[in-house]
């Protein structure tokens, strides 16, 4: 099947196709068949690598972003017309845009029936008569584009809101560049960096006269929930700006402010990619969680600038673009370039007719797409579909257009739209040379269709690619910012949590490692020492993993053996407590909040994790068929071991890259922190569930060795201590001994210092007296005395004191500091907001 983007061109059997002409390219090098398979695979893998995905979480992890690396190439005569066509439609639109929020002679005048816009929602009162410095009030426009039944180009939407999909076309760019690295080498591609370059520069010119010379600016989002998450994290991360949510800011004496662990930070320009009437809640929609309250109030004030402005949603009304051919001729005195497809609002009585009478041949849209209202095709309807939906719209005829269907009509074609993106840059407009293509084998043009698969879009260029001042395109993502930020507490938190996290998966992975060996030497023999220390293990380290929810398993009888723990469980499932995959979706979600923050090497291993997680999910499953009967007990831990050791090798890539990585600024010592004071109560838990009871000696010879194991330490006991193993010496290796990076006192140290680099109020002294009071009771505990020294009841009595006390501590000490420095305010609500009412629907965050 082909797509319909490219250029169409014949060929000798005089049919059209729509395939890139490679013709440009030296003889004997344009990519075959072969070659754009292999590249596919590879851009697969390195999407997943690089963690994009599209779209609300799925039930095994996100929705991944498609891509199809044979381009969408447009030579440069004709990207050249279309570059000023765009141009001039974005200076419409802006000009447009002027008079609604101002003189509204287009009203007056009836050259826009004023309904279209009065009526429309994204119509915004509460903003009238605002203006933004600079001279621009659209800085950021997109156009949907299509091809028509001639080959032309021809628009079936604009994008005025908050346009997405700038990020995933740079994403693009980069991973097509890699898989078509011989081809892209050589193709006088003319490069997307000098977009985001007019952008950073958009922002600074739209920054208000309170802002002085150096203009802080953010990129707000409506957070980790939405759809296009990845596009606005790493368009933050390529513009240099800090990624926040609503709750992030806080406005005060007008002005709005960046709410940092360490205090207030002024911000001067928001780059919004949350809607408009979402940005307040005093101003706009009462109970938006999402917003600012206050932020309409500093726009007034003049110290704040939004981009876009609020209020330019009504631009993405499609009724315009039945108006847009005369708009131009009033407004700019010129005839319109580009056409749009043919569209009629049923507001005007001519058209509503027009649209009644040709159901089965319209795209029925509404003006505002909304959970019951959304784009309908006449055909595919039934008589009864359509007579309902004409009654629908003959009800409430100005909330619908009717717009023809455009584009050829071939067999084995596939619909196709690109998306364009139009920045206001010295005086005019900047237009990305290329922008976002997307496919699919739905009949009707759409960018978000299911099943949707992107294009990367070259654009030949007889022009060199600028250097100097414009970003390059490989450094883009890098994009460093001019001053220092704070970090916001939801950030700094996530980062906490993300260290966590991390730290909790690879010491699942570790203990399951020690107890699966266990399990295949001695599962068939209980009464041995073996068998016992496989007994103690599976009760204090896996509690989870056992069918009846906790119960020990009692050593049986030689012949029956110990029940059959699911230990896959505690690796694989996220619904038990306390395994790995749980502890992995976390840390994937904590990152994928933070992505700004992070290196973009990070998001691969955590890619490389839930890959192997979901395949050995994939193979259980199949061996569970009905034909392959059930798993015998000899094969608890089959082939369990090669997924946590792959499991466990990305879990050390990601402390690698965080450890090599990563600035050492206040977010990477919080992120530090929390693998700490993690490692340290799982640590002391550990020591508590396993050593306190004394049991025999060759028992207990089991028992210190697989904790040894659990803590990656038993090589070092070994090169140290060649006679047995003793619970003195463990305790002195494991709690005392600061060159181990596994024991106790070094994760104290650690988080001490990393607490230190933090800034706190002077709320921070509990805390901080909780882990001194931890340090101490590790300085003062006398290993060989406590290791030693048994009960008549058979348990180490002090040990178990010093052990219990410390946990309490660090338990008590970590929620200290989430109430220190994570504590946010609640979300902001206005008088007349019913409880659970008009409120955003974003799942809440996952309980930690």
């Known amino acids: 099947m082909t797509d319909l983007l490219s250029s169409p061109r014949p060929v000798g059997d005089g049919t059209v196709v729509h395939r890139p002409d490679w013709t440009w390219l030296p003889p004997g090098t344009a990519p075959t068949e072969a070659d754009l398979a292999r590249a596919a695979r590879q851009a697969e893998q390195l999407l997943a690598a690089h963690g994009v995905t599209y779209g609300a979480e799925a039930v095994d992890g996100d929705h991944p972003w498609r891509l199809d690396p044979e381009p969408v190439v447009v030579d440069e005569p004709e990207w050249t017309r279309?570059?000023?066509a765009l141009t001039q439609r974005a200076e419409l639109l802006d000009a447009v845009l002027h008079d609604l929020y101002g003189p509204r002679r287009l009203l007056?005048?009836?050259?826009?029936?004023?309904?279209?816009?009065?009526?429309h929602?994204?119509?915004l009162r509460a903003v009238d008569g605002l203006r933004l410095p600079g001279g621009r009030e659209l800085v950021l426009s997109a156009t949907d584009l299509v091809r028509d039944r001639a080959g032309e180009w021809c628009v079936v939407a604009d994008r005025t809101q908050a346009p997405s999909g700038a990020g995933y076309a740079m994403e693009d760019r980069r991973i097509t560049a890699q898989v078509l690295a011989p081809v892209y080498r050589q193709a006088p591609i003319a490069r997307l960096g000098p977009f985001f370059h007019a952008l950073r520069k958009a922002l600074r010119e739209v920054a208000p006269p309170t802002a002085g010379d150096e203009p802080r600016a953010v990129l707000l989002s409506p957070g980790p929930a939405s759809e296009t998450a990845f596009d606005q994290a790493y368009l933050a991360s390529m513009l240099g700006l800090p990624l926040v949510e609503g709750s992030d800011l806080v406005v005060r004496a007008g002005r709005v402010y960046l709410q940092g662990i360490d205090g207030l930070e002024h911000v001067d320009v928001v780059l919004r990619r949350v809607d408009g009437d979402?940005?307040?809640?005093?101003?706009?929609?009462?109970?938006?969680?999402?917003?600012?309250?206050?932020?309409?109030?500093?726009?007034?004030?003049?110290?704040?600038?939004?981009?876009?402005?609020?209020?330019?949603?009504v631009l993405d009304n499609p009724a315009l673009l039945a108006y847009l051919p005369r708009l131009a001729r009033a407004v700019l005195d010129q005839d319109l370039t580009l056409a749009s497809a043919p569209t009629w609002w049923c507001g005007e009585e001519r058209a509503l007719r027009h649209v009644l009478g040709r159901l089965d041949r319209l795209v029925l849209k509404p003006v505002v797409h909304g959970a019951e209202s959304t784009t309908v095709v006449g055909e595919r309807l039934s008589a009864a579909e359509r007579e309902d939906l004409a009654a629908r719209i003959t009800a409430e005829p100005w909330r619908w257009v009717g717009q023809?269907?455009?584009?050829?009509?071939?067999?084995?074609?596939?619909?196709?739209?690109?998306?364009?993106?139009?920045?206001?840059?010295?005086?005019?407009?900047?237009?990305m040379s290329g922008g976002l293509a997307r496919v699919a084998d739905d009949p009707v043009v759409t960018s978000s269709a299911p099943g949707a698969v992107a294009k990367d879009v070259w654009v030949l260029t007889s022009r060199p690619a600028a250097t100097g001042a414009v970003l390059r395109e490989d450094d883009a993502a890098a994009g460093g910012r001019t001053l220092a930020y704070g970090i916001s507490p939801r950030a700094a938190e996530n980062l906490y949590w993300m260290g966590r996290y991390a730290e909790r998966a690879e010491d699942g992975v570790r203990v399951l490692r020690a107890v699966a060996d266990r399990w295949d030497d001695y599962h068939r023999t209980p009464g041995t020492a073996g068998g016992q220390a496989l007994a103690v293990l599976l009760q204090a380290l896996t509690p989870a993993a056992l069918p009846d929810g906790g119960e020990a398993a009692v050593p049986a009888p030689e012949h029956v053996g110990p029940r059959v723990p699911a230990l896959r469980d505690l690796l694989l499932d996220r619904r038990t407590p306390g395994s790995v995959a749980r502890a992995v979706h976390r840390l994937r979600t904590s990152a994928a909040t933070v992505r700004d923050q992070l290196s973009t090497d990070t998001f691969g291993p955590i890619a490389r994790i839930e890959s192997t997680l979901r395949d050995e999910r994939a193979r259980l499953r199949a061996r569970r068929q009905p034909d392959a009967g059930l798993a015998a007990p000899a094969s608890v831990t089959a082939g369990l071991r090669p997924t946590l050791d792959g499991v466990l090798e990305s879990l050390l890539a990601i402390s690698g890259i965080a450890a090599e990585g990563l600035t050492r600024d206040v977010g990477w010592h919080l992120l530090d922190a929390g693998r700490r004071i993690e490692r340290a109560q799982r640590l002391v838990a550990m020591l508590r569930a396993t050593l306190v009871e004394h049991r025999p000696a060759e028992v207990e010879d089991l028992l210190l060795e697989s904790v040894l194991l659990a803590t990656e330490s038993a090589i070092t006991y070994r090169r140290r201590h060649q006679s047995r193993t003793d619970v003195a010496r463990v305790l002195d290796l494991l709690v005392h001994d600061r060159t181990n990076p596994r024991s106790l006192a070094f994760a104290l140290d650690r988080l001490l210092a990393d607490l230190e680099a933090v800034p706190a109020p002077r709320s921070a002294t509990q805390r901080d007296h909780l882990l001194h009071g931890v340090a101490g009771l590790v300085a003062e505990l006398d290993t060989v005395v406590v290791g030693n020294e048994v009960s008549d009841d058979g348990r180490r009595v002090r040990l178990a004191d010093a052990l219990d006390s410390m946990l309490w501590r660090l338990r008590e000490a970590s929620d200290e500091i989430e109430r220190v420095h994570f504590v946010r305010p609640a979300p902001s609500r206005a008088l007349d907001d019913v409880w659970g009412a008009g409120t955003d629907d974003r799942t809440g965050e996952e309980e930690r």
């Open 278 to 313: 979402w940005c307040d809640p005093l101003d706009l929609r009462a109970g938006s969680r999402l917003g600012v309250p206050g932020l309409v109030h500093a726009v007034r004030q003049g110290t704040v600038s939004v981009v876009n402005p609020l209020g330019t949603s």
């Open 404 to 431: 023809e269907r455009v584009g050829p009509e071939e067999p084995g074609s596939r619909a196709a739209v690109l998306r364009t993106f139009a920045v206001a840059h010295a005086g005019s407009y900047t237009v």
């Open 121 to 123: 929602p994204g119509f």
């Open 108 to 119: 007056d005048d009836r050259i826009l029936p004023p309904t279209t816009v009065l009526a």
């Open 82 to 84: 279309l570059e000023a």
